[in-house]
């Protein structure tokens, strides 16, 4: 099972990229995809979550209303718009895989770092 994300790089204050995470490997519909971000000095935290059905959407605070996440399932590949960038989104952005049903599979991507800086 893999997660690549790709996307980041560095972004002006205000900016809107787009984030991907290609999932290869595993039944697609049957997780749920997050994605996390970690700032230096600080722990994880997790920024969205979306069912493969493009539903139970979960939004952290500090995005809500600035980031979007969707999926494309037949591309395999979850997104996350983000919008109106601020310094404190500076992070590594991670990918997250987790199992619906019975048992723990969960996969992580190797992140991609997201630098909002003028």
């Known amino acids: 099972a893999q997660l690549v994300e790709s996307g980041g790089g560095l972004v002006q204050p205000g900016g809107s990229p787009r984030l991907s995470c290609a999932a290869s490997?595993?039944?697609?519909?049957?997780?749920?995809m997050r994605w996390y971000r970690q700032a230096p000095g600080k722990a994880r935290e997790l920024v969205a979550g979306?069912?493969?059905?493009?539903?139970?959407?979960n939004y952290a605070v500090s995005v809500k209303g600035r980031f979007t996440i969707s999926t494309d399932n037949a591309k395999n590949t979850v997104y996350l718009q983000m919008n109106t960038l601020k310094p404190e989104d500076t992070a590594v952005y991670y990918c997250?895989?987790?199992?619906?049903?019975?048992?723990?599979?969960?996969?992580w991507g190797q992140g991609t770092q997201v630098t909002v800086s003028s």
């Open positions: 997250n895989a987790i199992y619906m049903g019975r048992g723990s599979n969960e996969y």
């Open positions: 490997g595993f039944t697609f519909s049957s997780y749920y």
């Open positions: 979306i069912s493969s059905t493009g539903g139970s959407l």
